[in-house]
């Protein structure tokens, strides 16, 4: 498939995400996991942070490389060569929205094809919102998040904890 880009602001990382990832990274001969910066939005990791997360996570993938970028997702792949970007697709109300990115971004970049990646069932429901929320109140979201990702959560909600008293 040659490259691929999987954009997204992965704040943080989930074990959904990785199953996208491990899966693009079998059909594609590169892979770039594309962290948006995204100035519209307050994340909750830096994209430092998440560019580390995600490159420790990424490391048993030889295939799979990992870049923030700010701009257009079309501008990005243009910049690196990829002719696919990945989608990943949770439920359908998912659908509409991926859709119509798909069609701008191909609008923008003729020649730029959207592959659209079903989360494997057990992954579905998860989103780094709901992961943040639970870690947030102390929930164990070791099952949904890797190890690594799970420490940073737990250091982050610390930190606050303590900027409150």
């Not at 307050?42 to 996570?57: A, N």
């Not at 439920?91 to 990646?117: C, R, W, Y």
Request: glycine share 6%; charged share 25%; aromatic share 8%.
């Amino acid at each position: 498939m040659g490259i691929a880009v999987y954009p997204g602001s992965f704040d943080p990382v989930t074990n959904g995400h990785l199953d996208i990832i491990k899966r693009a990274a079998r059909i594609s001969d590169s892979l770039i996991v594309a962290v948006l910066i995204n100035s519209a939005k307050k994340p909750f990791f830096t994209t430092e942070e998440r560019v580390e997360m995600l490159r420790e996570c990424c490391a048993p993938f030889k295939n799979v490389t990992v870049e923030s970028f700010d701009g257009l997702t079309v501008d990005f792949a243009k910049k690196h060569h990829a002719s696919v970007l990945v989608r990943g697709l949770r439920a359908v109300s998912d659908f509409e929205n991926e859709l119509q990115l798909a069609q701008i971004n191909h609008a923008l970049m003729p020649g730029i094809e959207t592959v659209f990646l079903t989360t494997g069932l057990r992954w579905g429901y998860l989103s780094s919102t709901v992961v943040k929320e639970a870690a947030r109140y102390g929930s164990d979201v070791s099952r949904f998040v890797p190890h690594n990702v799970e420490l940073k959560l737990k250091a982050r909600f610390e930190e606050l904890k303590g900027e409150v008293k």
